[in-house]
């Protein structure tokens, strides 16, 4: 009742629920990346803006690849070559008749339906789209 009363007026009163408020929200005590409680409230803030500059900046890529060679090589020379041969009208026709029917439109606006419906009259020109995401993909290798 006394907030509704006096709290809109710039009274004692509105000051400190204010200043009450305020001491709820500081931030008292906080533990550093070494694992130190801080308490000081300089300290707190420099180790504060120090956690953010580090989430907020972009680390160097690691150049190091030497670990790939550890990995087991799964995929053999020719298969590798398989991979990466243009693929056949009948591949590509395969892969659009294998699309749902029912799925949400694409960026294009067009669902695996119309695809399937339109093939005889599309079915080159994403054919040759295919190739040329092949060829692509070879110049930037």
């Known amino acids: 009742m006394e907030w509704f009363k006096e709290g809109e007026r710039n009274t004692k ?3 400190t629920i204010v200043k009450g408020r305020r ?13 130190e409680w801080l308490e000081d409230q300089e300290d707190i ?3 504060s803006m120090e956690f953010y500059a580090k989430q907020f900046t972009r680390q ?18 020719d298969k ?3 991979l990466q041969r243009m693929p056949m009208m009948e591949e590509v026709k ?3 008749m294998g699309l749902n029917r029912n799925s949400v439109e694409g960026p294009d606006g067009m669902t ?8 005889d009259i599309i079915g080159e ?10 060829c692509g993909a070879e110049l930037q290798s």
């Not at 001491?23 to 694992?35: A, D, F």
């Not at 190091?64 to 990995?71: F, I, K, S």
């Not at 695996?112 to 093939?119: H, L, N």
Request: charged share 20%.
């Open 125 to 134: 020109d994403i054919h040759n789209m295919a190739e040329a995401f092949f």
């Open 60 to 77: 160097p890529a690691n150049k190091d690849y030497e670990m790939l060679n550890e990995l087991p090589h799964v995929v053999t020379s």
């Open 94 to 96: 395969s892969a659009d």
């Open 13 to 15: 009163f509105f000051h």
């Open 23 to 35: 001491s709820r929200l500081r931030v008292n005590i906080i533990q550093n990346e070494e694992g």
């Open 80 to 82: 590798n070559e398989e």
């Open 45 to 47: 803030a420099a180790a």
């Open 112 to 119: 695996g339906a119309f695809y399937q419906c339109a093939w």
